[in-house]
């Protein structure tokens, strides 16, 4: 699978103490101090729903107008794209009410989106594979019908077929008008970054117009961002293959030209790596906003925002425990109440390991070693997008996350914190 990153944030960025630059150590030194707060070796496990093949990410929102965080999934082998309602914080620990909402060849990737603006909550998916093409499946008008399946209708977006193998979506409004946009990015052969134009009428399917923003070789994250502080969003991505491979960030240059402007495309660090899911935090609370990215490899890479404007970066690299798998995605919060960020961490490869961890610095931030902590315990072997989010109204954080080799489906862990 994002990250999306379109996270339920009202309730997974939460405020708190945080800690500042320690003006005694170096200057690209931070420190803190790391605590274990007794948590017990793994936290329980609560299955949404395990019923089919290939759980393959999940997307937040609150779709039904209740404030509590409803998923979208898809389930690639399974070929299926599923809504579920939180079902409220006292039964959140069983399976949640579900819903099929289209059925469609390898999808990678399903989001929410009200695409026509007609206040029910639509969802998006993007599929890989032979199929390559983006999927619309339209909501019933009749709140009533949500989760009645025969209520719902597929539709394929035509400028989307055929392009290249679609990873993942990303709803925002580019240009100001109609309604919502959607940035999107590809894999492998005539990959890109771009995004499709929304018409007057969202259901003038042949209406939707493409443009092409950045020749990508596998698009995992795409984040919508205001790195320059110019007030319009712009477009945080990691690309994890190819020529182009690396953490990126895409300037749009504002609505009246967001359709016939090229948008710059600026560099965060080296191309060095195969970069997984990234995302955007203020990981040592000095006010600027950082970017801290998984890899495929046995580490993750902090990059410490130094400058406002223009954005400047400082790199470092920090260790995946031993035995862990290899990363995928990283999520930023205060995990354990100390007012102190964590870093929790998913993993492929992780037969017979760990495969999600949080991680937090034992003295200073920029440090390669960090102090672990298991989530998971050694079940699963590919995880995906974490999420930080209170599914159970207790307060803290718990993780929600999907597993695709093990069949776990669509999971989540509580947070079991002595507070």
């Not at 492929?348 to 034992?362: D, F, I, P, Q, V």
Request: proline share 5%.
């Amino acid at each position: 699978m994002e990250q999306a990153r379109d996270s339920y944030r009202t309730r997974s960025a939460p405020g708190g103490v945080r800690w500042f630059l320690n003006v005694l150590l170096l200057p690209a030194a931070i420190a803190c101090v790391a605590t274990d707060r007794g948590t017990p070796s793994a936290w329980p496990m609560h299955v949404i729903d395990n019923s089919s093949a290939g759980a393959d990410g999940v997307r937040l929102a609150d779709a039904n107008g209740d404030r509590l965080p409803d998923v979208a999934a898809g389930w690639e082998e399974g070929g299926l794209i599923r809504v579920y309602l939180h079902p409220g914080t006292r039964a959140a620990r069983r399976p949640w009410p579900a819903v099929t909402v289209g059925q469609v060849s390898s999808p990678e990737d399903a989001v929410f989106a009200d695409l026509d603006g007609d206040g029910v909550v639509d969802v998006v998916s993007c599929c890989e594979g032979q199929e390559k093409t983006v999927f619309f499946h339209w909501a019933p008008r009749e709140r009533s019908r949500y989760l009645d399946p025969t209520a719902w209708k597929t539709e394929a977006l035509p400028a989307s077929k055929g392009l290249c193998q679609w990873m993942f979506c990303l709803p925002i409004q580019v240009d100001g008008r109609n309604g919502v946009d959607l940035v999107v990015g590809g894999k492998n052969e005539a990959a890109r970054i771009g995004w499709f134009e929304a018409p007057p009428d969202a259901h003038d399917l042949n209406a939707w117009k493409w443009h092409p923003l950045f020749d990508a070789g596998w698009i995992m994250s795409l984040i919508a961002e205001d790195m320059d502080g110019d007030g319009d969003r712009d477009i945080l991505a990691s690309d994890r293959k190819g020529a182009s491979r690396g953490c990126l960030w895409i300037e749009n240059p504002g609505p009246d030209r967001a359709d016939t402007s090229r948008w710059p495309i600026h560099r965060i660090g080296a191309g060095d790596r195969e970069y997984m899911f990234l995302t955007v935090a203020d990981l040592d609370g000095d006010g600027l906003r950082d970017v801290v990215a998984a890899t495929a490899g046995r580490e993750w890479v902090y990059y410490r925002r130094t400058v406002a404007k223009p954005p400047a970066w400082e790199s470092y690299t920090i260790e995946l425990p031993a035995d862990t798998g290899t990363g995928k995605s990283v999520s930023v919060a205060d995990v354990d109440g100390d007012g102190r960020q964590d870093v929790v961490f998913s993993c492929e490869k992780s037969e017979g390991k760990r495969g999600l961890m949080r991680m937090k610095c034992a003295k200073v931030l920029t440090d390669r070693n960090w102090l672990s902590f298991d989530i998971a315990g050694l079940k699963g072997a590919k995880f995906d997008l974490v999420q930080l989010v209170d599914l159970d109204g207790d307060g803290d954080l718990d993780v929600m996350t999907t597993e695709e080799a093990e069949r776990l489906g669509v999971i989540w862990y509580e947070n079991p914190m002595v507070r």
